[in-house]
């Protein structure tokens, strides 16, 4: 947990071990659709995307991309307005420094 407010379950920023990335991207997914958020249209980031965080108790995520033009990009997934933020924070090592560890998951 990066930072939580005490009064709050739901305020706060919370990162997964790398063990759960898979997971978590599963259930990303996967409520979205339940929410009828179409798979098709969803942008390239959110179908390849790798969740590595959230804020608790939102069904909001932290996304980063691991491949392609916008790899080690972040992107908040907000499932009230689908709307995407992509963050000014990139990791350009994210795709070699991380690739081995999300595949052992």
Not at 52 to 64: K, L, R, T
Request: hydrophobic share 35%; net charge negative; charged share 30%.
């Amino acid at each position: 947990m990066l930072y939580r407010d005490r009064k709050s379950e739901a305020a706060g920023i919370s990162f997964f071990p790398v063990a759960e990335w898979k997971a978590k991207t599963d259930e990303m997914r996967e409520s979205m659709v339940a929410m009828d958020f179409d798979e098709q249209e969803m942008p390239d980031w959110m179908q390849t995307g790798v969740v590595f965080g959230e804020i608790p108790e939102s069904a909001n995520y932290f996304v980063i991309q691991p491949s392609g033009s916008e790899a080690g990009h972040v992107f908040y997934c907000d499932h009230d307005d689908f709307t995407e933020v992509m963050s000014n924070f990139k990791c350009d090592n994210f795709e070699a420094e991380s690739r081995a560890d999300f595949r052992s998951c």
